[in-house]
């Protein structure tokens, strides 16, 4: 019950003993109320501010763990760039002695690099200074990368050079392998040199000639080999010399092997150097069973012995 500025209130028992009346002032209740919104308005604050606080919490952590593995690959990638720049050193060095073992087995098979060669890492070739492998990445990591990127570039055009020297070096000795291998090195047969190359006094005529050939006798039937790789280009019978293998074996060498019993090899066939080729004989004319052994050199007849190394 509202009397002026006051609210009375009736209070019933419920034991039957007379209502009691409770008066309290206006301005207590505005204060009361004010009191219980302020106190709702502050836990839900203190309530608001908890699970802030705590979301936070939490994502401090998950940013402290972020932040751990971030460092722990910073740390993984300077590890690899310093790896990495010992490895460029390492591949320069290896570059660098390749270059050196070219440059020796060019000096033994006497052959000169072309007027033009600028050297493995450009003019000169000078070997560029290594990279500082111990310098702290934290100060120079974008310096040392920068080098990094500057000396594998030079190294890609060092292989490249390198590379195009062991091919022509590569061509050379393999021209010069197929020129030993048809250049006449061997004795083509045992026996006894009874006849040497040049003038001589002919057995049947008692006149002076010009031996073009090696006579070299032994028994009838002995091997006769090939003194060099190449290709059978006549066997028949010629002349005086009677049954004759020729071999043209490139390079302007040709062999002619004379007064043999019979060739082994056709007109066509590749032979290789120690390959039997025929046997000796007495065919045509002969004063015994012997090989008559020719060498010619771009059609001209030059001393056989020369050509024999064994």
Request: net charge positive.
């Amino acid at each position: 019950m509202l009397v002026g500025r006051k609210l009375t209130f009736f209070m019933l028992s419920t034991t039957g003993a007379p209502c009691r009346r409770l008066t309290v002032s206006r301005g207590f209740l505005v204060f009361l109320l004010f009191v219980l919104v302020a106190g709702t308005g502050t836990a839900g604050w203190v309530v608001y501010d908890y699970l802030r606080l705590r979301q936070t919490v939490f994502d401090n952590g998950r940013l402290e763990r972020e932040l751990s593995a971030r460092m722990e690959e910073v740390r993984t990638q300077r590890l690899q760039i310093h790896n990495f720049a010992t490895r460029i050193n390492e591949l320069k060095s290896m570059l660098a002695d390749l270059n050196d073992f070219e440059k020796k087995i060019r000096i033994i098979a006497n052959i000169e690099k072309s007027p033009d060669h600028k050297g493995l890492f450009g003019v000169g070739g000078s070997l560029p200074e290594d990279l500082d492998t111990q310098v702290p990445l934290e100060q120079a990591h974008n310096g040392l990368i920068r080098e990094m990127h500057e000396q594998a570039e030079q190294l890609q055009l060092a292989a490249v050079r390198q590379e195009d020297g062991f091919s022509s070096l590569f061509e050379f000795l393999e021209e010069q392998r197929n020129v030993l291998a048809c250049t006449p090195a061997i004795r083509p047969t045992e026996g006894w040199v009874t006849s040497r190359f040049g003038y001589r006094e002919s057995p049947f005529t008692g006149l002076r000639e010009f031996h073009k050939g090696l006579d070299i006798a032994n028994r009838l039937g002995t091997s006769v080999r090939a003194p060099a790789d190449g290709v059978v280009a006549y066997s028949a019978r010629k002349g005086l010399l009677g049954n004759m293998l020729i071999i043209d074996h490139g390079h302007g060498f040709v062999t002619r092997f004379g007064h043999i019993l019979k060739p082994l090899k056709k007109r066509g066939e590749t032979v290789k150097r120690g390959e039997v080729i025929a046997e000796m004989g007495n065919t045509g004319r002969s004063t015994g069973p012997h090989l008559h052994y020719e060498v010619l050199l771009n059609g001209v007849p030059v001393n056989p012995e020369k050509y024999i190394l064994n």
